[in-house]
C-alpha cells in the first residue's frame, strides 16, 4: 500500500488500512486470526501501542473482534447487495437489458473543512425502452485538489468512477456507509417522483481508493421503488474459543 505525496496521515491509519484491505480483499476470512501485534510491530516498524491504535479502528468498525488469550478475529465478511454499490451504478448494470441513465441537476464548487470541493448533484436510474425510472437522487463532494479538472466534465453520459480510473488513475476500492430513514423535502420528494410523505431510505459516506484515501463524499436518497437484498457472512464467536 502507497501513499501520496505529502501524506501526512499518522501511521496507525496506514496500518487499519493494510490490514482492513486483508479482510475486503478476501485474504482474510470470517474466523481467520489477523497478523499478531509482534509481527505487525516488525513489519511497520513501529511500536505496540500504534499497533493498538490500528486495531481499535477496525474493532470499532465491527470487521474484529478481541478475544481475551486468543488474539484478534475477522469478525465479519464484507456486505454485498444487488444495487450499484453506492456510487458504480453504470458498472453494475454491466449486460442487462436496463440502461443506466443519469440527469445532472445541479454542479457548484464549495468550500468545506478547508477544502473545496466539486458538488455533484444527480438523479440517476434505469431506462428499459423508452421508459425512464429515476431510483435514486446522488450528491457527490470530490476534493478538487485530488481531481483538477473534474469541474468541466460533462456528467450527463460519463460515469464518475470510470473517469476516476481512466483519467485520474484512481481506483474506487471500498465505501463506508451509514443507512438511515429520514423524511426528505419537497424538492428531493420532486425529483424522485414520491408522492408519500413517508421516510425514505437515504446512505450518508465516503469512498475511497486502491490507498484507502478518501475521494469522494456521498448522499444518496433512494426512491421506494427500490428493493435491498443484502447478505452477510459473520463468524461464530464460540468457534475462535477452541
Do not use: C
Not at 496507525?12 to 505487525?40: C, F, K, M, Q, W
Not at 484515501?213 to 456521498?218: G, H, Q, V
Request: proline share 3%; hydrophobic share 40%.
Amino acid at each position: 500500500m502507497t501513499a501520496r505525496p505529502n501524506d501526512f496521515t499518522p501511521l496507525y491509519v496506514h496500518i487499519s488500512r493494510y490490514l482492513r484491505a486483508l479482510i475486503l480483499n478476501g485474504e482474510l476470512a470470517a474466523g481467520d486470526a489477523i497478523p499478531s501485534e509482534t509481527d505487525l510491530v516488525k513489519k511497520f516498524g513501529t511500536t505496540r501501542g500504534t499497533v493498538r491504535s490500528a486495531v481499535d479502528v477496525l474493532v470499532n468498525e465491527k470487521l474484529v473482534q478481541r478475544v481475551h488469550g486468543k488474539g484478534t478475529f475477522v469478525q465479519a465478511r464484507p456486505i454485498r447487495h444487488d444495487i450499484w454499490d453506492f456510487g458504480g451504478f453504470t458498472d453494475s448494470l454491466g449486460d442487462q437489458a436496463a440502461l443506466g441513465v443519469a440527469k445532472v441537476i445541479s454542479t457548484r464548487n464549495l468550500d468545506l473543512e478547508g477544502r473545496t470541493y466539486f458538488e455533484l448533484v444527480r438523479l440517476r436510474g434505469i431506462k428499459v425502452g423508452d421508459e425512464i425510472d429515476y431510483l435514486s437522487l446522488d450528491t457527490s463532494w470530490i476534493p478538487l485538489n485530488m481531481f483538477p479538472g473534474i469541474d468541466d466534465v460533462d456528467f450527463e453520459d460519463r460515469s464518475l468512477y470510470e473517469l476516476f480510473r481512466k483519467t485520474y488513475d484512481t481506483h474506487p476500492r471500498r465505501t463506508a456507509m451509514t443507512l438511515t430513514a429520514e423524511v426528505i423535502d419537497d424538492t428531493e420528494r420532486r425529483l424522485l417522483k414520491e408522492k408519500s410523505q413517508d421516510a425514505l431510505l437515504v446512505a450518508h459516506g465516503s469512498a475511497f481508493d486502491q490507498n484507502d484515501i478518501e475521494i469522494e463524499r456521498i448522499k444518496s436518497v433512494y426512491s421506494s421503488r427500490i428493493q435491498f437484498n443484502f447478505t452477510t457472512a459473520i463468524a461464530d464467536p464460540e468457534e475462535w474459543l477452541k
